[in-house]
């Protein structure tokens, strides 16, 4: 936890292959990639490309076939199943696609219940809660549940749970999919924004071009291969 | 902070399926439970109350209290046996009571006795005086009242009340040894007993003493006259409480299993619905047992919430029902239900946790 010097995430001819029966398919394939301690990273492809799988690998969502993962110094490549969820408690935020607030919780109990799976201190645990909202803009809105509050809030609630636990890596799933460019382009701004402001590592997973502006690094992935990074 | 427990709060229709179900369970659970009980205390309480380990019957009555006759000199054989303390002679008839004010005749066991039963007092001092037992409430006997019994309509007044001493759904009515034996030759001409002779004895065993081996004892003692078993032998003995008893179980059993079946159900479904919200759960951190304990803690609580509710119902339910009908609630019975409906619920929350188990983090990600 906590910012580190190292990479923030360092993959290392990472490969993800699914078998069914006889049949292999390489969803990942020899892929290498650091990102930097506070650097944005925009991976882009097609549907099918790879490109969830290789965010899954670096978030500990999913175990890698070959190749090393290291996050923050820690090599995450042989965790079990259990280790792994610690590790993503404790290092890694998520905002997904969808948001995926909790419908019955409000905007401060979606983050709290990052810290309530890990059994912190309820009292500071709060206080970041508090924090993490009035920064987002969201103080007023804290005690709202998410059928309250526009598209908007949701979104900058999600983000917030990504930071309830100080990650050393966020990764983004396709932000923009749902929305219009301009909706899209203000959630873009807002999310590199908390990213930018806490000095942490991101990884945004998106299909549109017209996002990858907003990174320092666009990365591209074709049927599982990853292309040559190219400043954006 | 308790997910369940907010998500309980703040969607309850959710869970409105399972909490009817199990209320309307939990109330026939109460329900078949008190029947059970009110029919074995309603056929069994004249003999649970009585004083001594052991019972003795003529080994020709096969565990009949009606049929058993025990003569003076046998009784006497009986006293002397090595490790009895105590001897007291018992009788009863079973009939028809002419209650004041009454078109429905009570049906009544009178009982005449040596030694008090439990929660009964002495014998009354005088011979035409009952204690009645409190059931006869409902067929409207009041304290005061004189009762004609038999065809003789023998006349017999209450003089204050015991409770649970009912014998086959008769109701008890305690009074001297004279009273019984005058009512028994009025009612039953043929039956008239020869004074000293009893039905059945109540025998207690001297400190230390083994009643099996008393028993034994006393059943060589009196040449085979007698048959002694112990008082928990004699309950059991009478006709139809083992098959009524087991009969009922199995429907409660029954029961209890529909329970967890309908929590199963339910929670399997919840699950199947939730795997979505458990996927990011677990993407951001919860472990399955975390997950799983959401689970049962939310069964655990539906089941407390339908008890609490199905009892209600339960006593809305009984309170419609006639007096007459032996259904009685306790709160030992209650206390099995809650219990039994709590790790039933759990059981069947459980099914959940190979689903929960299985659900993939990686799937928040799509």
């Known amino acids: 936890m906590g910012h580190h010097r190292e990479a923030a995430l360092k993959l290392d001819n990472v490969r993800k292959v699914y078998r069914s029966g006889d049949a292999e398919t390489v969803a990942v394939d020899r892929a290498s990639l650091e990102v930097g301690p506070a650097e944005i990273v925009a991976l882009v492809g097609p549907s099918g490309s790879g490109k969830t799988t290789l965010l899954s690998i670096s978030g500990g969502l999913l175990s890698p076939s070959g190749g090393r993962v290291v996050v923050a110094g820690d090599d995450i490549s042989g965790y079990d199943p259990k280790r792994l969820t610690r590790f993503r408690r404790e290092n890694v935020g998520f905002v997904f696609q969808s948001v995926n607030l909790v419908p019955f919780l409000t905007a401060r109990e979606n983050l709290l219940v990052v810290a309530d799976f890990s059994r912190r201190d309820k009292k500071k645990s709060k206080a970041r809660a508090d924090q993490l909202l009035a920064e987002l803009g969201l103080a007023e809105r804290a005690g709202n549940l998410p059928r309250q509050l526009s598209g908007g809030e949701r979104q900058r609630v999600a983000v917030g749970r990504a930071f309830m636990n100080q990650p050393d890596l966020v990764l983004i799933d396709e932000p923009t999919s749902a929305l219009d460019t301009k909706l899209g382009e203000q959630v873009m701004e807002l999310i590199v924004t908390e990213v930018r402001a806490r000095g942490t590592a991101a990884v945004i997973v998106t299909h549109d071009m017209r996002m990858t502006h907003f990174a320092d690094r666009t990365l591209t992935i074709v049927d599982g291969i990853l292309g040559d990074p190219a400043t954006s | 902070m308790k997910l369940a427990l907010l998500e309980l709060r703040r969607r309850p229709w959710r869970f409105a399926p399972a909490v009817i179900a199990l209320v309307l369970l939990t109330g026939l659970l109460l329900t078949l439970g008190g029947l059970l009980d009110g029919l074995y205390n309603g056929f069994t309480g004249a003999l649970r109350a009585q004083p001594g380990a052991l019972l003795t019957y003529a080994s020709d009555a096969n565990l009949s209290v009606v049929r058993s006759r025990i003569d003076a000199a046998t009784i006497a054989q009986v006293e002397r046996v090595p490790g009895v303390e105590q001897v007291g002679g018992l009788g009863t008839v079973l009939l028809g009571a002419e209650v004041p004010g009454q078109a429905t005749e009570a049906s009544v066991a009178l009982f005449g006795y040596q030694r008090a039963p439990g929660g009964v007092p002495a014998p009354p001092e005088h011979a035409g005086q009952v204690y009645a037992d409190t059931s006869l409430k409902a067929y409207g006997v009041k304290e005061g009242n004189t009762l004609l019994l038999g065809p003789q309509r023998y006349p017999v007044s209450v003089v204050g009340w015991v409770s649970d001493t009912?014998?086959?759904?008769?109701?008890?009515?305690?009074?001297?040894?004279?009273?019984?034996?005058?009512?028994?030759?009025?009612?039953?001409?043929?039956?008239?007993?020869?004074?000293?002779?009893?039905?059945?004895?109540?025998?207690?065993?001297?400190?230390?003493?083994?009643?099996?081996?008393?028993?034994?004892?006393?059943?060589?003692?009196?040449?085979?006259?007698?048959?002694?078993?112990?008082?928990?032998?004699?309950?059991?003995?009478?006709?139809?409480?083992?098959?009524?008893?087991?009969?009922?179980?199995?429907?409660?059993?029954?029961?209890?299993?529909?329970?967890?079946l309908v929590v199963a159900l339910f929670?399997?479904?919840?699950?199947?619905?939730?795997?979505?919200?458990?996927?990011?759960?677990?993407?951001?951190?919860?472990?399955?047992?975390?997950?799983?304990?959401?689970?049962?803690?939310?069964?655990?609580?539906?089941?407390?919430?339908?008890?609490?509710?199905?009892?209600?119902?339960?006593?809305?339910?009984?309170?419609?029902?006639?007096?007459?009908?032996?259904?009685?609630?306790?709160?030992?019975?209650?206390?099995?239900?809650?219990?039994?409906?709590?790790?039933?619920?759990?059981?069947?929350?459980?099914?959940s946790l190979r689903r929960v188990v299985r659900i993939d983090p990686a799937t928040a990600i799509s």
Not at chain 2, 288 to 303: P, R, T, Y
Not at chain 2, 334 to 344: D, I, K, P, S, Y
């Open chain 2, 166 to 260: 009912d014998f086959l759904l008769q109701g008890g009515l305690w009074g001297t040894v004279e009273t019984w034996r005058e009512v028994l030759g009025s009612a039953r001409p043929d039956q008239v007993l020869a004074s000293g002779t009893f039905q059945v004895l109540t025998v207690s065993t001297t400190a230390g003493a083994d009643p099996a081996r008393v028993a034994a004892a006393i059943d060589a003692a009196t040449g085979g006259k007698t048959q002694t078993v112990t008082r928990s032998f004699a309950v059991d003995s009478l006709p139809g409480i083992t098959q009524q008893r087991s009969t009922f179980n199995a429907i409660i059993d029954t029961t209890f299993f529909v329970a967890a």
């Open chain 2, 267 to 351: 929670f399997v479904l919840l699950t199947i619905e939730r795997v979505g919200i458990y996927a990011v759960f677990k993407a951001i951190g919860a472990s399955s047992g975390q997950l799983f304990a959401q689970v049962v803690l939310q069964a655990v609580v539906i089941a407390v919430v339908s008890f609490m509710v199905g009892a209600l119902l339960a006593l809305a339910v009984g309170s419609l029902i006639p007096p007459q009908v032996p259904l009685q609630f306790s709160a030992s019975r209650a206390l099995q239900v809650a219990v039994g409906l709590v790790v039933m619920s759990t059981l069947g929350s459980a099914v």
